[in-house]
């Protein structure tokens, strides 16, 4: 019987950052290049995507 490994991250939870759009827009180019048509749309959602919310 194989063991599980369970591995843990840290989590921080911290105020918007005027950065992450343009983060978001980095990460989202080089899916485009690497997926091209096969992706039709890539929206950035959750916390970071919201002025005013902390990010988890």
């Known amino acids: ?3 599980e490994v369970i591995r843990l ?3 921080e939870v911290t105020t918007h950052n005027k950065a992450w759009p ?3 827009e980095e990460e989202a180019n080089k899916l485009r290049d ?3 048509s096969e992706i039709i749309e890539i ?3 959750g ?3 919201v002025n005013g919310l902390k990010a988890l």
Do not use: A, D
């Open 1 to 3: 019987m194989e063991k």
């Open 9 to 11: 991250r840290k989590v």
């Open 22 to 24: 343009s983060m978001f």
């Open 34 to 36: 690497i997926f091209g």
């Open 43 to 45: 929206h950035h959602i």
């Open 47 to 49: 916390s970071t995507s």
